[in-house]
């Protein structure tokens, strides 16, 4: 559980420092797209991880927002029974669009 607690607190900071990001890239007259996909979301990271930990039965190790061709998702990666497994998101409604065994291919 504290180590749950302490990969969300990670994960809401880096959250935070993406869209400060993009508040200082809009000052200089310029968005970054990253930044702006981790705004528009309108699942959190929390919920998503959530929802990929039920998926799995293993716990969160890694989280992030991307855009797959224009449209927001949110990548899980966990750990548990079945080893490392990746669960993709859509970070608009919350279900579930893909799942893979291992980690997101790079």
């Given at each position: 559980?504290?180590?749950?607690?302490?990969?969300?607190?990670?994960?809401?900071?880096?959250?935070?420092?993406?869209?400060?990001?993009?508040?200082?890239?809009?000052?200089?007259?310029?968005?970054?797209?990253?930044?702006?996909?981790?705004?528009?979301?309108k699942?959190?990271?929390?919920?998503?991880?959530?929802?990929?930990?039920?998926?799995?039965?293993?716990?969160?190790?890694?989280?992030?927002?991307?855009?797959?061709?224009?449209?927001?998702?949110?990548?899980?990666?966990t750990?548990?029974?079945?080893?490392?497994?990746?669960?993709?998101?859509?970070?608009?409604?919350?279900?579930?669009?893909?799942?893979?065994?291992?980690?997101?291919?790079?």
């Open positions: 559980m504290r180590r749950s607690v302490m990969v969300l607190a990670a994960l809401t900071g880096l959250t935070l420092a993406s869209v400060a990001g993009t508040a200082s890239a809009a000052g200089q007259g310029g968005i970054d797209p990253e930044a702006a996909a981790v705004a528009s979301i699942v959190s990271l929390t919920q998503a991880i959530a929802t990929a930990e039920q998926q799995t039965g293993g716990k969160a190790y890694d989280a992030g927002v991307d855009a797959d061709h224009g449209k927001n998702r949110i990548v899980v990666e750990n548990g029974p079945k080893g490392v497994q990746t669960v993709i998101i859509d970070a608009n409604t919350g279900k579930v669009i893909g799942q893979h065994q291992g980690g997101v291919q790079d």
